[in-house]
């Protein structure tokens, strides 16, 4: 059963603190806990906030499945968010994103087999100027091409 660090449920409580409703801390204590339980959500985790946070489960789901950042399942080491939305795929993202795919042998959301990636196709990531872009963790990669994406994954430790 998933349980908050002692480190977490501070991190929480501030975050609760922070805020005049409890429900504007949903999204920094998803956070805390998807860090904690290895990268994803369960059911279990938003079983957990709910008591934490004295908030319902149907609340937090909410926000945790409208949210691409929040991860329904475990994911590679590396996970690479490819944006979809109109400026990344009127410049090439849908090719890009299967580039990379037939280049590391693996399929949409699901992990390398050694665990290293996972490829997801998201909604707007904010860099419409700069598409078609990747979000590969927290940092971004703008104004790719397919051969480009695929040196900056071959280039990850």
Do not use: W
């Amino acid at each position: 059963m998933f349980q908050l660090s002692e480190e977490g449920l501070q991190k929480v409580q501030t975050e609760l603190k922070r805020y005049e409703s409890r429900q504007s801390a949903v999204i920094p204590a998803l956070y805390i806990a998807q860090k904690e339980n290895g990268g994803h959500v369960t059911s279990e985790v938003i079983d957990h906030l709910s008591q934490v946070m004295d908030i319902p489960v149907s609340r937090i789901n909410e926000v945790f499945k409208f949210y691409t950042m929040f991860n329904q399942k475990n994911v590679g080491k590396y996970h690479v968010q490819i944006c979809n939305n109109i400026s990344c795929v009127l410049n090439g993202s849908r090719e890009l994103t299967q580039h990379i795919l037939e280049s590391f042998h693996c399929k949409l959301n699901d992990m390398t087999l050694d665990g290293k990636l996972t490829v997801s196709s998201v909604e707007c990531l904010g860099a419409c100027g700069m598409a078609p872009m990747m979000q590969i963790n927290e940092d971004y990669h703008e104004n790719l091409t397919p051969e480009k994406a695929v040196e900056i994954l071959k280039g990850l430790k």
